[in-house]
């Protein structure tokens, strides 16, 4: 029997009841099992039948993915666990707010690339500037490891949402 080890990286939505504790036992079974959680987000979607959804971000072998789907599943809040990256095309997005603080041309240029990134300054001081960006992940790190030579002080990322594109919904 082969056994496929090739890490993949899987966006997991996961539609629970929005009461107290829940995103504790969700949380649990990863760090109970050893699994990752590289993204988290969390929001309620139906306020009238008191529903949220969870989006997670991890990494593992593709036993393990399935591992972990069939784990979120038995837990008793959870309705529903979509799989968004194995079921299809889908829409992932990130925010992230970056403060950059220098002066003279180290302060032109962080100017400079966040227009071509198409960040916004939303703060600015004599010395630092705050900048929004969203985009894919990949995108907020470039952004972020370009900023670091010119004066990142501090970053706040949101994590990553997600949806699967066409009329379908979850």
Known sequence: ????????????????????GVLARV???FSGRGYNIESLT????DSDDAISRI?????????????IKAQLERL??????????ADGANVERELALV????????????????DIFRARVIDSTNESFVFEISGATEKLNAFTDLMVPL???DVSRTGVVAIARGKSAL
């Open 1 to 20: 029997m082969v056994v496929d080890l090739t890490i993949e990286r899987h966006t997991i939505a996961v539609l629970v009841d929005n009461e107290a």
């Open 27 to 29: 949380i649990g079974l």
């Open 42 to 45: 969390v929001a309620e979607i």
């Open 55 to 67: 989006t997670v971000v991890t990494s593992g072998t593709p036993q393990i993915i399935e591992q």
């Open 76 to 85: 008793v809040p959870v309705h529903r666990v979509i799989d968004l990256t």
């Open 99 to 114: 403060k950059v603080v220098g002066k003279g041309n180290k302060r032109v240029e962080a100017l400079r690339i966040a």
């Open 151 to 153: 004066g990142l002080v």
